[in-house]
Protein backbone atom coordinates (compact mmCIF):
# COMPACT_ATOMS: atom_id res chain seq x y z
CA UNK A 1 0.00 0.00 0.00
CA UNK A 2 1.70 2.94 -0.93
CA UNK A 3 0.75 6.04 0.86
CA UNK A 4 2.90 8.63 -0.51
CA UNK A 5 3.41 8.52 -4.61
CA UNK A 6 5.14 10.57 -7.13
CA UNK A 7 3.59 9.60 -10.14
CA UNK A 8 6.04 10.98 -12.65
CA UNK A 9 9.27 9.26 -12.64
CA UNK A 10 11.12 12.02 -13.75
CA UNK A 11 11.04 15.90 -15.22
CA UNK A 12 12.98 17.99 -17.24
CA UNK A 13 12.69 21.70 -17.43
CA UNK A 14 15.22 24.61 -19.20
CA UNK A 15 17.13 27.00 -16.52
CA UNK A 16 15.37 30.02 -15.54
CA UNK A 17 12.15 28.20 -15.76
CA UNK A 18 9.54 26.77 -12.85
CA UNK A 19 9.99 23.29 -11.99
CA UNK A 20 6.29 21.13 -10.64
CA UNK A 21 6.93 18.36 -8.43
CA UNK A 22 3.76 16.72 -7.72
CA UNK A 23 2.76 14.25 -4.95
CA UNK A 24 -0.34 12.22 -3.69
CA UNK A 25 -1.03 11.21 -0.36
CA UNK A 26 -3.75 8.58 0.75
CA UNK A 27 -3.51 8.76 4.83
CA UNK A 28 -5.66 11.48 6.21
CA UNK A 29 -3.92 10.89 8.94
CA UNK A 30 -0.99 12.74 7.71
CA UNK A 31 -0.75 15.94 8.94
CA UNK A 32 3.31 16.78 8.18
CA UNK A 33 5.19 16.56 4.85
CA UNK A 34 8.30 17.32 3.71
CA UNK A 35 10.36 17.14 0.12
CA UNK A 36 14.04 15.79 0.30
CA UNK A 37 16.54 16.33 -2.23
CA UNK A 38 19.13 13.60 -3.22
CA UNK A 39 22.63 13.57 -5.29
CA UNK A 40 24.01 10.34 -6.26
CA UNK A 41 26.04 8.77 -4.23
CA UNK A 42 24.68 11.09 -1.25
CA UNK A 43 22.06 10.58 0.75
CA UNK A 44 18.96 12.46 0.94
CA UNK A 45 18.90 16.01 2.96
CA UNK A 46 16.09 17.69 3.96
CA UNK A 47 14.49 21.02 1.28
CA UNK A 48 11.44 22.08 3.06
CA UNK A 49 8.54 21.06 4.99
CA UNK A 50 5.08 22.16 5.77
CA UNK A 51 2.25 21.49 8.60
CA UNK A 52 -1.06 20.73 7.31
CA UNK A 53 -2.46 24.05 9.26
CA UNK A 54 -0.87 25.92 6.62
CA UNK A 55 -1.38 25.97 2.71
CA UNK A 56 1.78 27.38 1.65
CA UNK A 57 5.62 27.47 3.27
CA UNK A 58 8.29 29.40 1.14
CA UNK A 59 11.93 29.21 1.52
CA UNK A 60 14.15 30.85 -1.34
CA UNK A 61 13.17 29.57 -4.87
CA UNK A 62 11.25 26.88 -3.07
CA UNK A 63 7.74 26.61 -1.96
CA UNK A 64 5.31 23.80 -1.08
CA UNK A 65 1.66 24.00 -1.46
CA UNK A 66 -0.66 21.70 0.24
CA UNK A 67 -4.01 21.08 -0.95
CA UNK A 68 -5.52 18.72 1.74
CA UNK A 69 -8.52 18.16 0.17
CA UNK A 70 -7.16 16.98 -2.71
CA UNK A 71 -4.94 14.98 -0.32
CA UNK A 72 -1.96 16.73 -2.59
CA UNK A 73 1.30 18.91 -2.59
CA UNK A 74 3.64 20.00 -4.91
CA UNK A 75 7.44 21.62 -5.12
CA UNK A 76 7.69 24.70 -7.27
CA UNK A 77 11.54 25.57 -7.53
CA UNK A 78 11.55 28.86 -9.23
CA UNK A 79 13.98 29.79 -11.11
CA UNK A 80 15.66 26.26 -12.15
CA UNK A 81 19.03 26.11 -11.76
CA UNK A 82 21.04 23.34 -13.13
CA UNK A 83 22.16 22.62 -9.19
CA UNK A 84 18.81 21.71 -8.82
CA UNK A 85 19.55 18.66 -11.03
CA UNK A 86 18.86 15.55 -8.26
CA UNK A 87 16.06 13.31 -7.20
CA UNK A 88 13.10 14.76 -5.21
CA UNK A 89 11.47 12.99 -2.73
CA UNK A 90 8.34 13.86 -1.07
CA UNK A 91 7.89 12.13 2.46
CA UNK A 92 4.43 12.53 4.98
CA UNK A 93 4.05 11.74 8.66
CA UNK A 94 2.17 11.57 11.48
CA UNK A 95 3.67 14.14 14.34
CA UNK A 96 2.46 11.60 16.84
CA UNK A 97 4.14 9.01 14.92
CA UNK A 98 7.76 8.27 14.60
CA UNK A 99 8.53 7.60 11.17
CA UNK A 100 8.72 9.24 7.65
CA UNK A 101 6.63 7.57 4.65
CA UNK A 102 8.36 8.37 1.14
CA UNK A 103 7.32 8.53 -2.74
CA UNK A 104 9.19 6.32 -5.07
CA UNK A 105 10.71 10.16 -5.85
CA UNK A 106 11.15 12.32 -8.98
CA UNK A 107 14.36 12.81 -10.79
CA UNK A 108 14.48 16.70 -12.14
CA UNK A 109 16.95 17.75 -14.63
CA UNK A 110 17.58 21.01 -15.34
CA UNK A 111 18.88 22.00 -18.75
CA UNK A 112 21.84 24.66 -18.95
CA UNK B 1 28.39 16.34 5.46
CA UNK B 2 24.93 15.21 7.46
CA UNK B 3 27.51 13.54 10.52
CA UNK B 4 26.06 10.41 9.92
CA UNK B 5 28.36 7.61 9.29
CA UNK B 6 27.26 4.48 7.23
CA UNK B 7 29.73 1.72 6.71
CA UNK B 8 30.55 -0.16 4.47
CA UNK B 9 29.68 2.10 1.50
CA UNK B 10 29.73 -0.84 -0.68
CA UNK B 11 29.00 -4.70 0.11
CA UNK B 12 28.95 -7.55 -2.90
CA UNK B 13 28.08 -10.88 -1.22
CA UNK B 14 26.00 -13.69 -2.26
CA UNK B 15 22.75 -15.92 -1.36
CA UNK B 16 22.51 -17.31 2.19
CA UNK B 17 25.13 -14.92 3.32
CA UNK B 18 25.30 -12.64 6.54
CA UNK B 19 26.19 -9.22 6.37
CA UNK B 20 26.32 -6.59 8.85
CA UNK B 21 25.90 -2.64 8.36
CA UNK B 22 26.66 0.10 10.47
CA UNK B 23 25.68 3.05 11.65
CA UNK B 24 27.03 6.48 13.55
CA UNK B 25 24.77 8.45 14.37
CA UNK B 26 25.18 12.79 14.47
CA UNK B 27 26.65 13.72 17.76
CA UNK B 28 24.14 13.92 20.27
CA UNK B 29 21.41 12.41 18.58
CA UNK B 30 19.35 9.61 20.01
CA UNK B 31 17.39 8.62 17.05
CA UNK B 32 18.55 6.11 14.71
CA UNK B 33 16.15 4.89 11.58
CA UNK B 34 16.92 2.24 8.84
CA UNK B 35 15.30 2.88 5.25
CA UNK B 36 15.64 0.08 2.53
CA UNK B 37 15.46 1.72 -1.33
CA UNK B 38 15.07 -0.96 -3.93
CA UNK B 39 15.31 -0.29 -7.30
CA UNK B 40 13.27 2.85 -8.50
CA UNK B 41 11.24 2.42 -5.62
CA UNK B 42 11.32 5.12 -2.85
CA UNK B 43 12.85 4.33 0.67
CA UNK B 44 10.93 1.87 2.82
CA UNK B 45 11.03 2.37 6.49
CA UNK B 46 12.48 -0.31 8.68
CA UNK B 47 12.93 0.26 12.09
CA UNK B 48 13.88 2.86 14.56
CA UNK B 49 15.74 2.85 17.66
CA UNK B 50 15.68 5.47 20.60
CA UNK B 51 18.45 5.48 23.13
CA UNK B 52 19.34 2.02 22.63
CA UNK B 53 15.36 0.69 22.43
CA UNK B 54 12.79 -0.34 19.35
CA UNK B 55 10.50 2.63 19.28
CA UNK B 56 9.02 1.32 15.74
CA UNK B 57 9.06 -1.61 12.76
CA UNK B 58 8.06 -0.93 9.66
CA UNK B 59 8.47 -3.44 7.05
CA UNK B 60 11.40 -5.66 8.16
CA UNK B 61 11.54 -8.72 7.12
CA UNK B 62 11.78 -11.57 10.11
CA UNK B 63 15.76 -12.44 7.87
CA UNK B 64 16.62 -9.10 9.30
CA UNK B 65 17.31 -7.35 12.97
CA UNK B 66 18.99 -4.13 14.29
CA UNK B 67 20.11 -2.79 17.51
CA UNK B 68 21.47 0.14 18.86
CA UNK B 69 24.09 0.16 21.29
CA UNK B 70 24.85 2.25 24.28
CA UNK B 71 27.11 4.10 22.41
CA UNK B 72 24.44 5.16 20.62
CA UNK B 73 25.66 3.58 17.32
CA UNK B 74 23.29 0.65 15.25
CA UNK B 75 24.07 -2.26 13.53
CA UNK B 76 21.40 -4.01 10.20
CA UNK B 77 21.98 -7.56 10.03
CA UNK B 78 20.45 -9.33 6.85
CA UNK B 79 20.97 -13.00 7.12
CA UNK B 80 20.57 -15.46 5.10
CA UNK B 81 20.46 -13.41 2.25
CA UNK B 82 18.65 -13.39 -0.84
CA UNK B 83 18.81 -11.98 -3.96
CA UNK B 84 15.56 -9.37 -3.76
CA UNK B 85 17.75 -8.08 -0.49
CA UNK B 86 19.78 -5.77 -3.35
CA UNK B 87 19.32 -2.36 -2.40
CA UNK B 88 20.78 0.75 -0.90
CA UNK B 89 20.70 0.70 2.88
CA UNK B 90 20.18 4.30 4.60
CA UNK B 91 20.57 5.27 8.13
CA UNK B 92 19.48 8.24 9.49
CA UNK B 93 19.24 10.06 12.94
CA UNK B 94 17.75 12.83 14.85
CA UNK B 95 17.92 14.30 18.30
CA UNK B 96 14.36 13.51 19.56
CA UNK B 97 12.41 10.22 19.68
CA UNK B 98 9.63 10.86 17.79
CA UNK B 99 10.12 12.36 14.22
CA UNK B 100 10.45 16.02 14.06
CA UNK B 101 10.16 15.68 10.29
CA UNK B 102 14.05 16.07 9.46
CA UNK B 103 15.91 13.37 9.50
CA UNK B 104 19.71 13.28 8.85
CA UNK B 105 20.49 10.41 6.53
CA UNK B 106 23.65 8.77 5.60
CA UNK B 107 25.60 8.52 2.26
CA UNK B 108 23.81 4.69 2.30
CA UNK B 109 25.56 0.86 2.16
CA UNK B 110 24.91 -0.06 -1.30
CA UNK B 111 24.71 -3.85 -1.30
CA UNK B 112 24.87 -6.48 -3.66
CA UNK B 113 23.67 -9.82 -3.47
CA UNK B 114 24.71 -12.52 -6.34
Known amino acids: DQQVKQNSPSLSVQEGRISILNCDYTNSMFDYFLWYKKYPAEGPTFLISISSIKDKNEDGRFTVFLNKSAKHLSLHIVPSQPGDSAVYFCAAEKTSGSRLTFGEGTQLTVNP | DSGVTQTPKHLITATGQRVTLRCSPR?????VYWYQQSLDQGLQFLIQYYNGEERAKGNILERFSAQQFPDLHSELNLSPLELGDSALYFCASSRQGLSTGELFFGEGSRLTVL
Open chain 2, 27 to 31: SGDLS
